[in-house]
């Protein structure tokens, strides 16, 4: 492994929100305008790259990763050594002057490749916590913090979530659930893609697109809409748009530290294709490993997780679950095509 | 043209038929920003196409907004915001959804010329 190289492991935090004015909870964050959002990207160190909007939700794509911005929700992705949970004060303080107030929190990441690289508050997970909660207004009260562990030692999920009295009972009848999924030592082949060709004057939009159709990530959703962006001189990232749903795919590919994420948030009464597109995307890296976290109330989204990998020469090595403040149960599981 | 370096907005149907007559006369290129208040990546964009317009005073650049005229969103088959259409004497000839502004300028010149 390399000595350093780019961390492609995100944090993502998920904050939800809700106000007395429904006029508000109609638009509500979509209205904060440019330059506070550029406030919050600069604490966070990252800039807006590409974006696109449709009747639920905005979605930018960014030079770490990726943003959401849904009336009363965001989620924030970013990768390398961004600082994302400074994120939450401005963030709080921008939605303060839309009358809308914070009722849940979700913070969640894998394990760093390049842990020593962080920077504070991301030093380390109890470091993260402390942070969190210091962060985080008192209504919050229902909080938890835990690190689900695997028998891949470079795989483990941490996971902080909190919740105010109100959302913990709306949370508990969602059926909204969310696939998170991190893949290493990917193909390398396949990793190739991920470049830019030598000497391409092609914007980063015109590359991503190209990216996008070539590798076949064009094909995971053929109803979304997609947002891609190449990077100079190798990386990439997308955000694909179908409804109110999303997903988003993030690529480091240079070798010895290759990673791809994937994620995707989708509705339990329609999750027929959640096998057919976890295959699709394993199509698109082949990784030699890979994790796999579902959050949700209802159990039955993780099953269907295994029945897909396996067959795929993706073998099953620890799978755990375990209950969070208003996101329900996290199912976190890690495969590798190795035998033992 | 009093437009001319500007973006136009169209703010009824017969304003925008009118713009669109003109512009496909004019056989300029016409680039429409469809846009929504609502909408972030929208906001992001309109500086960057105002100072298009003010460059390129040989395109038409047209802006509609898509809850004031529903109907021709509907028409256009638009969904996702800002969705950018170029046209040429009628006809459309490009499309860009989302705001890549790189992209946009990119294609702009491609069809100036073209």
């Known amino acids: 492994m390399a000595l350093s190289g780019f961390e492609g492991f995100e944090k993502r935090l998920e904050l939800h929100f809700s106000g007395d004015d429904p006029v508000t909870e109609g638009i509500g964050l979509r209205q904060i305008d440019m330059e506070s959002l550029e406030e919050v990207l600069d604490a966070v160190q990252c800039t807006v790259v590409s974006a696109v909007g449709n009747r639920y939700f905005d979605a930018y794509v960014l030079s770490e990763s990726s943003l959401f911005v849904y009336p009363t929700k965001i989620i924030i992705k970013t990768c390398g050594t961004t600082q994302l949970l400074k994120s939450i004060p401005p963030l709080l303080s921008h939605a303060r002057d839309m009358g809308l107030g914070l009722c849940g929190c979700r913070y969640t990441r894998g394990n760093f490749i390049f842990p020593k690289a962080q920077p504070y508050p991301h030093t380390s997970f109890r470091e993260e916590v402390m942070y969190l909660e210091q962060s985080l207004p008192n209504n919050l009260c229902y909080r938890k913090a835990c690190v689900m562990p695997s028998k891949v030692s470079s795989h483990s999920w941490h996971v902080y979530s909190a919740s105010d009295e109100r959302h913990m009972v709306l949370e508990n009848m969602s059926n909204v659930f969310t696939i998170e999924v991190c893949m290493t030592e990917l193909d390398r082949v396949l990793a190739r893609k991920f470049y830019r060709r030598p000497g391409d004057a092609n914007s980063g939009d015109v590359a991503g697109k190209e990216m996008t159709e070539l590798t076949g990530i064009g094909n995971i959703n053929s109803h979304a809409l997609v947002c891609d962006f190449a990077f100079d001189p190798c990386g990439y990232s997308m955000n694909g748009i179908d409804g109110p749903q999303y997903s988003t795919i993030h690529v480091t590919p240079e070798d010895g530290f290759s990673y791809a994420s994937f994620e995707c948030v989708g509705f339990t009464d329609d999750h027929d294709d959640i096998g057919e597109v976890l295959k699709k995307v394993v199509q698109v890296f082949r990784p030699a490993m890979m994790s796999v976290s579902t959050t949700c109330v209802s159990q039955d989204v993780w099953t269907c997780v295994a029945k897909t990998l396996e067959p795929l020469g993706l073998n099953c090595r620890s799978s755990m679950i375990d209950e969070f403040p208003a996101a329900g149960n996290v199912v976190f599981q890690t495969f590798t095509t190795r035998r033992k | ?114």
């Open chain 2, 1 to 114: 043209m009093a437009e001319e370096g500007q973006v136009i907005s169209c703010h009824t149907v017969e304003a925008w038929n009118e713009q669109l007559q003109k512009g496909n006369e004019s056989k300029k290129l016409v680039v429409v920003d469809f846009t929504a208040s609502w909408c972030g990546p929208c906001r992001f964009m309109a500086p960057i196409l105002a100072e298009l317009a003010k460059k390129l005073p040989n395109v038409i650049f047209l802006k509609v907004d898509v809850d004031e005229l529903k109907t021709v969103a509907t028409d256009w088959a638009v969904e996702a915001m800002p969705t950018f259409m170029f046209l040429k004497e009628g006809k459309i000839v490009d499309k860009i959804v989302g705001a890549r502004k790189e992209e946009l300028q990119q294609k702009i010149t491609a069809h100036m010329v073209a």
